[in-house]
């Protein structure tokens, strides 16, 4: 085959891989039947911890949350900058509701880009429209910060963001870990686990390319931000019992009177604001997934 005609293949093919993983934007009319409620927004946000990553990292504890982000966060690829999401021109005050769910729930950024899961909207996507539209309306009530993003940290080729297009075919699931969930109670825990607390982010292992090893969900994993491991937190690892586990998801209190450290400390401040029903539930949620050793 002559040159002239191999590039044309070439082209072609590019061309083709392009447009498989291009970003698939959700419809405009996402939300036109929907209305949202701020006062239920901000469990949401508590639930999914969205402050933790994204509020500025000399953020005082208390204070309505300034999300104004600027933290790094380590991993193989490189170091990721949390963005500026408050409210105002810097942060998402030009993104329409419809933009920031995409970003949400479905890892495509403004301008059609797809963004990195870093940010665990893999987890977030199975978040409902409801709980979305309340959160985005919780979030517009924030201060808004003048803070400017920080570029990420990372080298060829995970800096290309057509690339995370095909993560996303691989890896972007649209089912639950736990598919038999038997009862509402263990319904509505997968709900806070697998889709708003993100709990898999931290304390499941992870394959080479940065995915969850779902065979070993919650079974425990290295700590990404450096030493130590992140307990497993399935029966075959934690003794606790179904009310021992929810008090500490209440109080960050363990069995023993220890107190939890690290990043949990973080994630127990969000859900220590949840009602009792819904602690009990991640706590039966726990009881209820496959056991790793
Ligand atoms: C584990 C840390 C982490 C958590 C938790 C997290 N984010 Fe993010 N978020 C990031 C990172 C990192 C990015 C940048 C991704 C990129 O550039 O591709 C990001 C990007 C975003 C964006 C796109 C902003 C832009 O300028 O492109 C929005 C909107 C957002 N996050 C909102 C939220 C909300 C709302 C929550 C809670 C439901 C949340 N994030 C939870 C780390 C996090
Ligand atoms: C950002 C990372 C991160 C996320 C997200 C996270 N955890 Fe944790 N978790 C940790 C770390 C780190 C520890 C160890 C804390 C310590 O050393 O005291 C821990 C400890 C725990 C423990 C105590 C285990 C033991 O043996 O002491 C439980 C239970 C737990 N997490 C449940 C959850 C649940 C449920 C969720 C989701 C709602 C969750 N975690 C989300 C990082 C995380």
Request: hydrophobic content about 40%; glycine content about 10%; charged content about 15%.
């Amino acid at each position: 085959m002559p040159f002239a005609a191999w590039s044309a293949l070439l082209a072609a093919l590019t061309l083709l891989v392009m447009i498989a993983l291009r970003p698939a934007p959700l419809p405009e009319d996402l939300f036109d039947q929907l209305t949202g409620d701020r006062s239920r927004g901000r469990l949401v946000f508590a639930a999914s911890g969205c402050s933790s990553c994204h509020s500025a990292p000399e953020a005082k504890p208390g204070s309505a949350p300034v999300l104004s982000g600027g933290r790094g966060f380590k991993s193989p690829f490189g170091t990721f900058y949390a963005p500026n999401v408050s409210p105002g021109p810097s942060g998402l005050g030009f993104w329409t509701d419809v933009e920031i769910a995409d970003a949400i729930l479905n890892g495509v950024g403004r301008g059609s880009t797809h963004l990195y899961p870093a940010f665990p909207y893999t987890a977030y996507t199975h978040m409902s429209q409801q709980d979305a539209v309340d959160l985005i309306a919780y979030l517009r009530t924030l201060p808004p910060s003048p803070a400017a993003n920080k570029s990420h940290d990372i080298g060829f080729p995970f800096n290309i963001r057509l690339g995370v297009g095909a993560w996303k075919l691989l890896y972007l699931r649209e089912g639950w870990v736990l598919d038999n969930a038997t009862s509402p109670e263990l319904e509505r825990g997968r709900y806070l686990v697998e889709a708003l607390g993100h709990c898999g982010e931290c304390h499941t292992p992870r394959n080479f390319l940065g995915a969850l090893d779902t065979s070993r969900w919650l079974g425990g994993a290295p700590n990404p931000a450096g030493e130590g491991t992140i307990p497993n937190i399935t029966s075959g690892g934690l003794a606790w019992s179904e009310d021992e586990i929810t008090t500490f998801l209440k109080t960050g209190f363990t069995p023993t009177f220890d107190s939890a450290g690290g990043e949990m400390v973080k994630v127990i401040a969000g859900l220590s604001q949840l009602p009792q029903s819904d602690l009990e539930a991640i706590a039966a949620y726990l009881k209820a997934v496959p056991p790793i050793d």
